[in-house]
């Protein structure tokens, strides 16, 4: 069981303690500061800072004693910007707790944002945008975004287009829009794992007062209302990249209603068991990669189907699969389906949690995202406690018309 402790630090920022018999420890602090929070004119932004923070702070004042710390100390140190939140952790051998948190607070809560170093830095994410038009997978997941939300900024993508980086990004920018959603009461700082060798209280609040106390000034534009779309990016290819995208009805702030969501995305294309994966790869042999996911942001939940497979027979897979999700809604799954896919869920998630770093994104994504409760036993017994009844509401409850995108030799006809 997880000890868990949550306070508040003097600069606003909630810190949480996630104890857990482990031999590591994973310091994590993520900010309500994603790609969802920008502006038009800002699309990128947020993940370009994730990279510019990273160049140094004021003690490790250049990326070399950043990166060679970490390595030092034997410690994982990475990052990632998604549509909800930009997070920054390092995973470590709990012996060194003191000097990893010394280090990650360092940089991230006083970044130098270089000038030399942004105009530097600008060229390598344009390489990472570069390499993601590359990728027909990629790309399909971009169309899919675009057709489910629009030019709302759920719609765009994460690493932003190549003429923002190239023309459009400021240092001052970049800076003001740290201060707009950087925001300690927007956030939170967690410490996961053995946490045996943390420093004081008073010297841990020192640390993490780094962040600067900043009042809230920005926020995200609520969702917008479902308009389905295709949208098609033809490609000359013996392969195809379908995406499918669907509205459940569940209230995404509902945890056990994002759980039953959770099971019903299982036993749909979760698992080599699940109706996509039996009947798309393994009966019909339509496609060597299909699948199932959900997700929830703070006020709409999604949930996408994606396969990939020869061009020649996206049309097929693209009608059985819409096939599937029909009976699912007017049929229901079966008990077995439910159950097998409940302890299926579960079980992920506890493989899961053994991984510290694990633990510490459930936790910022439960907080930040949700205001909720981060304990990790609690989310695996939200799986175990799921019925069918509720599982047979989430199918019903699936909307009836789709978004869709794909990569490929195709018309947007194919997809009427």
């Not at 695996?380 to 019925?387: N, S």
Request: overall charge negative; some cysteine.
């Amino acid at each position: 069981m997880a000890r868990i402790e949550s306070s508040s630090l003097p600069n606003g920022l909630p810190l949480h303690r996630v104890e857990l018999s482990t031999r590591s420890t994973t310091i994590l602090v993520a900010f309500d500061a994603g790609a969802r929070t920008e502006r038009a004119e800002e699309n990128g932004m947020a993940h370009f800072l994730e990279h510019l923070v990273f160049k140094g702070g004021q003690k490790y004042d250049d990326y070399r004693k950043v990166n060679q710390t970490a390595e030092t100390m034997g410690a994982v140190l990475n990052a990632y910007t998604s549509h909800d939140l930009v997070a920054f952790h390092i995973t470590c051998r709990a012996e060194v707790a003191a000097e990893a948190i010394d280090l990650l607070t360092d940089f991230v809560g006083r970044p130098k944002i270089d000038a030399e170093e942004l105009d530097r830095e600008r060229g390598v994410v344009i390489q990472e945008i570069a390499r993601a038009h590359d990728q027909p997978s990629v790309v399909a997941e971009h169309l899919i975004d675009r057709a489910a939300f629009g030019d709302h900024p759920l719609g765009r993508p994460v690493l932003g287009p190549e003429e923002h980086l190239r023309d459009t990004f400021t240092r001052e920018g970049i800076l003001a829009f740290r201060r707009r959603q950087w925001v300690g009461s927007r956030g939170g700082a967690f410490l996961v794992g053995n946490l045996d060798h943390l420093p004081e209280d008073n010297e841990m609040a020192e640390l993490f007062g780094r962040f600067p106390s900043i009042s809230s000034n920005g926020s995200a534009e609520p969702a917008p209302p479902f308009a389905p779309t295709t949208l098609v990016e033809q490609r000359e290819s013996n392969q195809s990249h379908l995406r499918m995208s669907y509205r459940p009805s569940i209230d995404p702030r509902d945890g056990a209603a994002r759980a039953a969501l959770s099971v019903y995305s299982t036993l749909l294309g979760g698992s080599m068991g699940s109706r996509l994966f039996d009947e798309i790869r393994e009966q019909r042999g339509l496609a060597y990669s299909v699948y199932a996911l959900d997700h929830s942001f703070s006020d709409v939940p999604i949930l996408q189907l994606s396969a990939g497979l020869e061009s020649g027979k996206c049309v097929e897979a693209y009608t059985r699969m819409r096939e599937i999700v029909d009976e699912l809604r007017t049929e229901g799954p079966t008990e077995e389906e439910v159950e097998r896919a409940r302890a299926y869920a579960a079980g992920r998630r506890v493989l899961a949690f053994e991984n510290t770093n694990a633990v510490a994104r459930h936790a910022a994504q439960q907080t930040v995202v949700f205001g909720q409760d981060i304990d990790p036993d609690k989310a695996i017994a939200a799986l175990d406690a799921v019925t069918y009844e509720q599982v047979v509401d989430v199918a019903r409850g699936i909307s009836e018309q789709l978004s869709v995108a794909c990569v490929g030799p195709h018309d947007q006809g194919e997809f009427s």
